[in-house]
């Protein structure tokens, strides 16, 4: 096929660089930034950088760009798109936006697929693009009963050929729900961590689980910005039980009750050994 990435950050960069390690299919990139594109044209992972009067001749394009861009995007090409066209975009929020671009994409012939990669970095950019990042990774799909089937296929076959370990097929909306709580939750927590005036004294004092709450606090707060607000109700939702939850453990310290203080800490061992059989 004709790929077509649009969108040379961490994650279209590294679909571009998985695709020609990986695949035999002929790479297009396009992006605003010159730049990247130049570098994308140095290291041979893509053959062209492609230009708007080459969005037609693609047989599938890949939309790696932030959530609002990302809809902006697909509503204004799909139209200049060709019929038969697989288009698919890695936005971590789907919802409503699957049935609308759906329902667009049909009117032009274009095969709309809804997916998230479930791999990243603490960084982004072209300069922290990996050809391996996908390695082992969960792809999901969010199909709808208008999802054409063979276009589905051909995605899921596309990411498992650049090293996607496990494909979750989902709803939209039950996606943004559970994307909530295991992606956006995390970074708003790990965000909120590092405003401790202590951080400043941490040099010296830290171990793994000070580098595991801290890592994702360097996100990228533009793209995050829109990831929370497009899935405002979902996140509150994580965010007040989380909130509730840690009340508890406060007040239970603030009385120095051990007893309790110790079930609360077993209650939470427990549900995490359980997550990891479930995961095994």
């Not at 697909?74 to 671009?101: N, R, T, W």
């Not at 969010?142 to 054409?148: A, E, M, V």
């Not at 961590?193 to 000070?210: A, D, I, N």
């Not at 996100?219 to 979902?234: A, G, H, I, R, V």
């Amino acid at each position: 096929m004709n790929i077509l990435v649009i969108g040379l950050g961490l994650i279209g960069g590294s679909i571009c660089k998985a695709l020609s390690d990986k695949t035999n299919h002929t790479v297009w990139g396009y992006d605003k930034n010159k730049h990247v594109l130049e570098q994308a044209l140095n290291l041979g992972c893509i053959t062209s950088a492609a230009n708007e009067n080459d969005f037609c001749k693609a047989d599938m394009v890949i939309v790696c760009l932030h959530p609002v861009a990302t809809r902006s995007f697909m509503e204004s090409y799909i139209p200049k798109l060709k019929s038969g066209c697989i288009l698919f975009d890695v936005c971590g929020i789907k919802g409503q936006m699957v049935s609308d671009i759906t329902e667009l994409a049909l009117k032009h012939s274009v095969h709309y697929v809804g997916t998230h990669p479930m791999a990243g970095k603490e960084f982004s950019g072209f300069n922290y693009s990996d050809k391996d990042l996908f390695n082992g990774a969960n792809f999901i799909v969010t199909p709808i009963k208008d999802t054409d089937t063979n276009a589905l296929n051909k995605v899921i076959k596309l990411a498992k050929e650049i090293g996607f370990g496990h494909i979750i097929n989902t709803d939209p909306y039950e996606h943004d729900k559970i994307i909530a709580y295991t992606s956006q939750l995390a970074h708003i927590v790990s965000s909120a961590y590092v405003k401790s005036p202590t951080l400043e004294k941490e040099k010296g004092f830290t171990g793994g689980s000070f580098q595991d709450m801290t890592r994702i606090a360097t996100l990228n707060e533009d793209m995050w910005t829109s990831l929370f607000l497009l899935n405002k109700e979902n996140l509150l939702f994580e965010i007040d039980t989380l909130i509730q939850n840690l009340k508890l453990y406060y007040d239970i310290i603030s009385k120095n009750n051990s007893d309790k203080l110790r079930d609360l800490l077993r209650d939470g061992r427990i549900l995490k050994e359980k997550n990891l059989q479930n995961t095994l």
